[in-house]
């Protein structure tokens, strides 16, 4: 009676919340999924960006989820603002090292081993960028790339879909072996 009242009403919460969870974070990563360099999504200004390499380590780190202020020509860029900017179809994130009228020299701050410090550094136009670096989540990042694999599909796009449409076989299934289990 009660025991399996109680049982049903947790399963069903659970259910509910699992759901619901897994439609966010899907939501979420198709947002996510969707900003590539020739189609950025800004949310609520911010454009969220999934960083796939050791550039800019420490401030930003490899399979961080960065969160960028989309802003227009007429915001301000500082010596020492991560920028995000676009050149030849190609997205950048670097730091400003240095601005001179419209020109921004901007260079990455981690170089690769074997690799000449300041060889990559180049001026750019301030026209060029449209983000300023404003924050990082660490585990988002690397919760997007999974879910953006085989398995992290599968996880958390089929699974739910299958509690929905079977939630009640799978109730039953789930009272059926509780009451053996409080029977033993």
Not at 12 to 20: E, K, P, R
Request: glycine fraction near 4%.
């Amino acid at each position: 009676g009660k025991a399996v009242k109680a049982i049903n009403v947790v399963l069903n919460t659970a259910l509910i919340i699992f759901v619901i969870l897994s439609l966010a974070v899907n939501v979420l990563v198709l947002a996510v999924s969707v900003a590539t360099p020739q189609t950025e999504v800004a949310i609520s200004g911010v454009i969220p960006y999934v960083f796939q390499s050791g550039t800019m380590e420490p401030a930003i780190m490899k399979n961080d989820l960065a969160f960028f202020n989309k802003i227009d020509v007429q915001y301000p860029v500082n010596t020492g603002d991560v920028v995000l900017f676009k050149e030849d179809n190609t997205v950048y994130v670097e730091r400003v090292l240095a601005k001179s009228g419209d020109t921004l020299t901007v260079d990455i701050d981690k170089y690769p081993p074997l690799s000449e410090k300041g060889s990559l550094k180049k001026d750019i136009q301030r026209s060029v960028v449209y983000g300023v670096y404003s924050s990082r989540n660490r585990w988002l990042g690397a919760l997007i790339l999974f879910l953006n694999s085989i398995f992290g599909r599968v996880l958390f796009l089929f699974i739910p879909s299958i509690l929905i449409f079977f939630n009640k076989p799978i109730k039953k299934f789930l009272q059926t072996f509780s009451k053996l289990e409080s029977q033993k």
